[in-house]
């Protein structure tokens, strides 16, 4: 079963920058459309960025366009969630998810309930 795992997750000052890490072990990410989502405390899940499989399309929540990128090193089988400007808003425990046949629309916002892989999820803390 593919089991994922995030990395990269720490505290930060506004302003600053993170790169979270998405892996799986024994599994080629580049089958899999991957997704980041985040959930703050008493908050639902929120599907951050997407990126399709088959030709890298890509979805980004309004709160984070312009700010956070979402990328694949297929040679690291390592998908990556680069982090700018934080802002507090941006606490919360973040998770990368896969599924084989997703497709990350622009306009569509990806929901947790679609996706059966997860991995544990990374804290980003975004204070002073």
């Known amino acids: 079963q593919l089991q994922l795992v995030e990395s990269g997750g720490g505290l930060v000052q506004p302003g600053g920058s993170l790169r979270l890490s998405c892996t799986a072990p024994?599994?080629?990410?580049?089958?899999?459309?991957i997704v980041w989502f985040r959930q703050a405390p008493g908050k639902e899940r929120e599907g951050v960025s997407c990126?399709?499989?088959?030709?890298?399309?890509?979805y980004y929540a309004d709160s984070v366009k312009g700010r956070f990128t979402i990328s694949r090193d297929n040679a690291k089988n390592t998908v990556y969630l680069q982090m700018n400007s934080l802002k507090f808003e941006d606490t919360a425990i973040y998770y990368c998810?896969?599924?084989?046949?997703?497709?990350?629309?622009?306009?569509?916002?990806?929901?947790?309930?679609?996706?059966?892989?997860w991995g544990q999820g990374t804290q980003v803390t975004v204070s002073s």
């Open positions: 024994g599994f080629r990410l580049n089958y899999y459309a």
């Open positions: 998810a896969a599924d084989p046949d997703y497709y990350c629309s622009p306009d569509d916002s990806p929901e947790a309930r679609d996706f059966g892989s």
């Open positions: 990126l399709s499989s088959s030709d890298d399309s890509t």
